[in-house]
């Protein structure tokens, strides 16, 4: 009897352990809410200095989490086995969580620095009114090209990339959105074409392209540029901005047909367990000083304007990644296609790259 009560103890207390242990799992998952606040955002996209000094002026504790698509945190929102509070997507995905009621409409009387973000990128197709989303950093699609390899080529047009001159000497970034849309941008055509006929016709100017690529790749792109494997490539401007940190020899175009401006925001998701925590946060990082202090630590451009101001000038007055009205009035954002439409995009993407190999 003795050792059976023994048995039933060790079996509880294990039992209560695991589920201790559960509930300080679930906890760093973001299942809780109260004085925790669960942030999903894209890799060393944030200055962790400033989760600190939110914390500390808050009392909420902040759990940071990371995804290195707009697919893969997609695909973990639309499971809802982790509960985040602030999310920041693109803005086709932020599209594509509006249309699958994945957000909850935001409280502009909470966020009172909304008021210092450019208007330019306010009220934008992806999110009418701003209703589910507020701009946290933007940017375009543009050529990356080094100088010295590339012998005084001009790049203010797309066309420029198929000069024979730069054969097997282009990287481009891993995006059927981004090949496509520069192919599209190329013939005069919008980067959310849908007309077959514009796509059949991108897709061939692609293949023509196909002895100037030297591949197709992801973020090593940004160390391949940075080491001269190639003269030219097809990237995001913060990433460019990087690359040309590595090797200031580099300089970055966007051509003059046009090209995609992108925009990351920041959205509550439905399944939030601290919505004021998230307005809270929302509307800290829309303050001038902490804007300023993010976009000089993750590099890429802000649209905040009091926050511009406390850049220093050789940042704010760089017009390869704080281009003019002139330039951003022409320049597209990318428009949810639908899951057929971009299933097709996806489609003529991989048609070629199989016949770049």
């Known amino acids: 009897m003795k050792q059976l009560i023994n048995a039933f103890l060790a079996i509880l207390i ?34 962790p200095d400033l989760l600190k ?45 509006k249309e699958e009621d994945l957000l909850i409409p935001l409280d502009h009387s909470k966020i009172s620095n909304l008021k210092n973000i450019d208007s330019r990128f306010m009220d934008l197709s992806f999110d009418p009114g701003n209703k589910y989303s507020v701009p946290y950093f933007w940017g375009t699609v543009g050529i990356i090209f080094n100088p010295e390899m590339t012998k005084g080529m001009d790049f203010t047009s797309w066309d420029s990339l198929w000069d024979s001159r730069l054969h097997n000497n282009i990287f481009l970034v891993d995006g059927a959105r981004e090949v496509m849309g520069m192919a599209l941008n190329s013939l005069h055509y919008s980067v959310n074409d849908k007309e077959e006929v514009h796509l059949q016709e991108a897709l ?23 080491n001269e494997e190639a003269a030219v490539g097809i990237v995001w401007s913060g990433d460019a901005s990087e690359i040309m940190d590595e090797n200031d020899k580099l300089d970055y175009v966007v051509p003059e047909e046009g090209s995609n401006k992108w925009f990351d925001n920041m959205v509550i998701p439905r399944t939030a367990k601290n919505v004021d925590g998230a ?24 649209p905040n304007i009091p926050a511009l101001e406390l850049l220093p000038e050789e940042t704010s007055e760089d017009t390869r990644f704080y281009p003019p009205a002139e330039i951003t009035d022409r320049l597209e954002v990318y428009d949810n296609l639908g899951k057929r439409m971009l299933a097709h995009y996806n489609e003529l993407f991989l048609m070629f790259k199989m016949n770049k190999k």
């Open 53 to 97: 000094e939110f914390e500390k002026e808050t009392g909420l504790t902040v759990i940071y989490q990371t995804f290195d698509s707009n697919e893969a945190m997609l695909t973990k929102v639309e499971q809802g086995g982790t509960t985040f509070d602030v999310v920041i997507p693109s803005d086709y995905a932020i599209a594509k969580m």
């Open 279 to 302: 307005h809270q946060f929302i509307n800290f990082m829309l303050r001038p000083d902490v804007a300023a202090k993010n976009a000089e630590y993750v590099g890429y451009s802000t």
């Open 204 to 226: 061939t100017k692609l293949n023509k392209l196909s002895p100037n690529v030297k591949a197709i790749v992801g973020d090593e792109i940004k160390m391949l540029l940075a």
């Open 14 to 47: 294990t039992a209560f352990a695991l589920m201790y242990l559960g509930s300080w799992m679930n906890s760093r998952e973001g299942y809780s809410g109260g004085n925790t606040l669960t942030i999903y955002n894209w890799g060393d996209y944030v200055d």
